[in-house]
């Protein structure tokens, strides 16, 4: 944790604000005044992968809908942060750091159904996009997913309205 501040004052940021000028795009400080900031702290990461995780929510008023598509009494939202749960395979070996967050996403989503694991239960996922939380599955789509012979760093490649059920 530093100050915002300090991290913006940083020559590694402002080689990073260079960089992103010279490509074109325009740093969100170029357009915002983000001075307000500058007393916050703010979380440093070396790498994007270090910054990846996930996040698991209760599901709020707006996703209620969604919980019509399980069976299992607890639904919850599950967000990669920073990275995703589809990786593409086949990856080139010089575009294989791209993927480094999704691969580390995936990878603490094994660990968490690993470590909540109950013989005989199993664990049930549903993507779609948001608004259409109550829309049909698409049922031709639906898998199973043995956890024990998964290899999560290869990614889940959930698609639009897939049920997937995780054994």
């Known amino acids: 944790m530093k100050p915002y501040r300090e991290v913006v004052a940083s020559p ?19 357009i915002v005044d983000l001075s307000h900031l500058n007393d916050k702290l ?5 790498t994007e992968e270090d910054a990846a995780g996930i996040m698991v929510q209760e599901l709020d008023t707006y996703r209620e809908a969604v ?7 607890y639904v919850y939202q599950i967000t990669a942060d920073g990275g995703g749960f589809e990786i593409p395979a086949n990856v080139p070996e010089e575009l ?3 993927f480094l967050p999704a691969r580390k996403c995936c ?11 109950v013989s005989g239960e199993y ?3 549903y993507t779609c996009w948001a608004g259409e939380e109550d829309w049909p599955r698409a049922n031709k789509l639906d898998r199973d997913v ?15 309205k897939q049920y997937i059920r995780i054994f």
């Open 146 to 160: 043995y956890l024990a012979s998964f290899v999560w760093e290869e990614g889940l490649q959930p698609q639009e």
């Open 67 to 73: 919980r019509y598509h399980f069976k299992q009494p």
């Open 42 to 46: 703010v979380m440093v990461f070396e």
């Open 123 to 125: 664990f049930e996922f």
């Open 12 to 30: 590694e940021h402002q080689l990073k604000q260079e960089e992103l000028r010279q490509s074109g795009r325009i740093p969100i400080g170029d």
């Open 107 to 117: 990878r603490l989503l094994g660990e968490l159904l690993q470590e909540h694991t």
């Open 96 to 98: 294989a750091v791209n």
